[in-house]
């Protein structure tokens, strides 16, 4: 179980204007601002939970997760997981925890991967049988094969990230905590992380906390969204009902043969191509089946589909609604 409560980190922040003149002054006298990267954050996970924790740049995810770490130490209040404190017992910490940085690396740049991971297994002390059991599954399902012969600096992005996750997963950690781990990913590669991941969790009930601003990761693999802004907590809840608490607004899309239909009252035109029309359904004003048989009765439906809002959208209106 992870538990935080009333957090606070503020960092010193060296500020200076531009120019030689000026840069010249701060080397005898420095400017100095503090930022609250964090203030009162306070939250509980439990064990085998898969959790997004979004928020805009500069909000204080990252901030949160080296804390959660052990890598940073925060100002105040309290910070258990698995009735550890990260920065007090880290030697302790780390051995149950993956961390996957998606701007940093964990891998020797010019060796082979597999030199790699038997070096983490021995920083680790994994013994021979848990290590092979793992590396076999673990190369199984995120398709390394031939992978990890090649030293890190000649992979690229995606097989890279799944060598990444795969060295944060070699030691069984009971928590794994994923910071962007499919930036610059191609199509292919974030379907194939995020079945892994879901697998992960299914099989050996691990507890994954993801930062991202992919908001198709979130929807993939998460039920619950914390969401961080300014560093404050400002909500937090399921991913349905943040939805629902978002908009009841949904999506017509429709394909017709003849005259381009009128819309009535709750129906807001937001596309429009010949043959084609995207629309927006206010459910609270018309239901569904009523703007269908409207539009219906104006010109022949070849083809429609019905989406609730997305998680892009969501989350967008939420960063509107808390101001962030």
């Known amino acids: 179980m992870i538990q935080l409560h009333n957090i606070n980190k503020t960092f010193r922040v060296a500020k200076r204007q531009a120019g030689f003149g000026r840069a010249v002054k701060a080397l005898f006298s420095r400017e100095y601002e503090l930022v609250h990267a964090l203030t009162d954050v306070s939250f509980t996970i439990q064990e085998g939970e898969m959790v997004g924790y979004i928020g805009p740049n500069g909000a204080g995810k990252s901030t949160t997760i080296k804390i959660m770490c ?6 105040s209040g309290v910070c258990e997981i698995d009735g550890r404190t990260p920065w007090r017992e ?15 690396s964990q891998l020797w740049w010019d060796v082979p991967i597999i030199d790699s991971f038997e070096l983490i297994r021995d920083i680790y002390k994994v013994e021979q049988k848990l290590y092979k059991n793992n590396l076999d599954e673990l190369m199984e399902l995120l398709d390394l094969g031939e992978i990890i012969k090649t030293p890190a600096r000649s992979l690229s992005l995606g097989q890279r990230m799944r060598c990444e996750i795969a060295a944060s997963l070699l030691h069984s ?13 191609d199509a292919v590669s974030k379907i194939a992380v995020r079945q892994f991941i879901k697998k992960q969790n299914a099989e050996h009930g691990t507890t994954v906390i993801l930062t991202t601003h992919d908001m198709q990761d979130i929807e993939a693999l998460t039920e619950r969204i914390l969401l961080i802004g300014k560093g404050r907590i ?5 991913l349905a009902e943040l939805k629902r608490h978002s908009s009841e607004r949904k999506t017509l899309t429709i394909e017709y043969g003849g005259q381009m239909p009128e819309l009535g009252e709750g129906m807001a035109l937001c596309e429009e191509k010949e043959g084609r029309l995207v629309i927006a359904l206010d459910p609270s004003i018309l239901s569904v089946s009523e703007a269908i048989a409207r539009l219906a009765a104006q010109t022949e439906i070849i083809d429609i589909s019905i ?12 960063y509107k609604e808390y101001k962030i």
């Not at 880290?90 to 998606?102: K, L, P, S, Y």
């Not at 928590?175 to 930036?183: A, S, V």
């Not at 400002?234 to 399921?238: E, M």
């Open 70 to 75: 052990g890598i940073l130490t925060p100002d």
């Open 173 to 185: 950690p009971g928590t794994l905590f994923l910071d962007e781990p499919t930036i610059g990913l």
């Open 90 to 104: 880290r030697v302790a910490h780390v051995r149950d925890i993956g961390v996957v940085f998606g701007q940093r």
């Open 307 to 318: 989406s609730d809002i997305t998680a892009e959208e969501m989350v967008a209106a939420l």
């Open 234 to 238: 400002l909500l937090d809840g399921g």
